[in-house]
């Protein structure tokens, strides 16, 4: 699908890698409507953009406020042709800590909420809008493309939880393209490594250098424009569709 003219949902869009396809597809010639929470910074992202990117607040674990921002978005932008599911949360805590305390279940069901929940519920609200596009001449009406991370496959100690919503996003992806395909809809997810967003830049730079390790070539961080850039030809190559792409410069996790 032709990304100029498209109009382009991208949740978590005011941080990171979400903001990166933001600014990539309008300098492609998109429109943009980012979702993020209200206190995220997708409202002065948006400004800043300029007139061709909205925002829309939610919180992609709230069903109702998922559907109202997903048509709000719709009808800000004159049309939903692509969806990038890029919001996402990734605490860690070991299932049994040093101190003996024991992995919040409170804390898996949000992970496992935002992360896996809240992609499903955001593609389901946007498939149903995408399906009445007129479709192109590949049959094409709508793309989406998930975010899942390598720690769907590898993950370490302390990300039970964040592993498990990952491993839903990548697994559900080609049921939801089987599913989807008769209403002309794609559905891809990009598995990043390790990328320089604000997600772990909180990190101690002790941290981020032993993360840096991981990358076996190029070595260096994964930038927000390397995953843009994928999440570009995820939506313009029709043939490419259910799968799971890593985005990871060869690497493979240990277990920390
Ligand atoms: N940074 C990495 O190394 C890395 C690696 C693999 C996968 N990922 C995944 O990529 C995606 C983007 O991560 P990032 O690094 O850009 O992180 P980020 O923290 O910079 O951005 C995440 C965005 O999601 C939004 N968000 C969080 N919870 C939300 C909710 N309930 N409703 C709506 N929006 C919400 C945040 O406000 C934020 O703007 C995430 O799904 C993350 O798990 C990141």
Redesign the pocket.
Known sequence: MQVRGACALI?????????GTARRLLSAGAKVAL???PQ???DAVAEELGVDCHFVA????DEAQVESAVEGAAAAMGGLHVLVN?????PASRVVNRAGEVFPLDLFRVVLD??LV?TFDVTRRAARIMGGNDPNDDGEKGVVVN?????AFEGQIGQAA?SAS?GGVAAMTLPLARDLASLGIRVNCI??????????GGMPEAVRESLLEVHVFPKRL?K?SDFAALAQHLVENALINGAVVRLDAAARMGPR
């Open positions: 949740t978590g869009g005011g941080s990171g890698l979400g903001e979702l993020d929470l995220s910074r997708g939610a919180d992609v674990t890029a919001a996402g949360i990734a935002v992360n809240g975010v899942a991370s390598i720690a964040y990952k598995a990043p490594g390790i990328m320089d967003t604000p997600m772990i994964g927000a």
